[in-house]
C-alpha cells in the first residue's frame, strides 16, 4: 500500500511562513495529483491547493499569491510553503494523493495523509 506522512506543521505567528512536506511511501509507480486540504475546526474540509503530475497548479482563492505548491515527482514529495499566513489559515492540513499507480500496476483511490496542525497566533 501507500502511505502519506506530513511534517512542518507547528505555530506560526500572523504574517510568518511555514512550509509542509508530504512524503508518499510504497511501491509506487506514479501518482497523478497530489495536494494540500486543510479543516478548521467546526468546519469541513477544503482545498487549499493541487499539483498534477506535469506541474499544473490550482489553488483555492483565500490562499493565492500566498502560498505555493510544489512537487518533487522523484521522491513522491509534495510541499506547501506557506507565506503571509493569517490567522485564519489555522487549521489541520492534509496531504491527498490521486491516480496512485503501484508497482504491481494496481490503482489505487485516494489517498490521505494523517494530518499536520497549522496554528497561526500571535
Known amino acids: 500500500q501507500v502511505q502519506l506522512v506530513e511534517s512542518g506543521g507547528g505555530l506560526v505567528q500572523p504574517g510568518g511562513s511555514l512550509r509542509l512536506s508530504c512524503a508518499a511511501s510504497?511501491?509506487?509507480?506514479?501518482?497523478?495529483?497530489m495536494g494540500w486540504y486543510r479543516q478548521a475546526s467546526g468546519k469541513e474540509r477544503e482545498l487549499v491547493a493541487v499539483?498534477?503530475?506535469?506541474?499544473?497548479?490550482n489553488y483555492a482563492d483565500s490562499v493565492k499569491g500566498r502560498f505555493t505548491i510544489s512537487r518533487d515527482s522523484a521522491k513522491n514529495t509534495v510541499y506547501l510553503q506557506m507565506n503571509s499566513v493569517r490567522l485564519e489559515d489555522t487549521a489541520v492540513y492534509y496531504c491527498n494523493a490521486k491516480g496512485v499507480v503501484l508497482a504491481s500496476m494496481r490503482a489505487l483511490g485516494v489517498t490521505w495523509g494523517q494530518g499536520t496542525q497549522v496554528t497561526v497566533s500571535s
Open positions: 510504497g511501491s509506487i509507480f506514479s501518482i497523478d495529483a
Open positions: 499539483i498534477s503530475s506535469i506541474g499544473l497548479t
